[in-house]
């Protein structure tokens, strides 16, 4: 969590529970457009994601995106060689197994990329959640 931490240039918390285990990494970060709130719930596999212009935590933010995850990784970014990028993913090697993709912009924005998921159906055809 500290390198996403880092890469985001966000604030990270941790909030744990009742037994003292971690129960969410909470990371705050911004750009030049929208405050955005991350938490990331490791034991529950879960991400959510809201984001916000003025107040990311609130009944009805701009943006809002939960999704399973069970692996994050920082590496190369599909736009560009020298850009790194955070992925989640929900299952690396299913189709569609990548759910969120974040990638820093030339204008200092973050470019955000979330895929609904899929599945491949009895015919073998690709499937929509």
């Not at 609904?116 to 015919?123: E, F, Q």
């Amino acid at each position: 969590m500290n390198s996403i931490a880092t890469h985001l240039s966000a604030s990270a918390e941790r909030l744990y529970d009742d037994d003292g285990e971690t129960d969410v990494h909470r990371l705050v970060f911004s750009d030049a457009r929208l405050k955005f709130v991350m938490n990331v719930m490791p034991r529950a596999n879960s991400v959510f994601l809201a984001a916000d212009p003025f107040k990311p935590e609130q009944a009805c933010p701009m943006l809002e995106y939960g999704f399973t995850c069970t692996e994050i990784a920082i590496g190369p970014s599909a736009y560009a060689e020298e850009e790194i990028a955070i992925h989640f993913f929900e299952h690396r090697d299913s189709i569609n197994g990548l759910r969120l993709t974040l990638t820093p912009r030339h204008d200092k924005n973050w470019y955000l990329w979330a895929n609904v998921g899929g599945y491949l159906n009895a015919d073998g055809s690709p499937g929509i959640r």
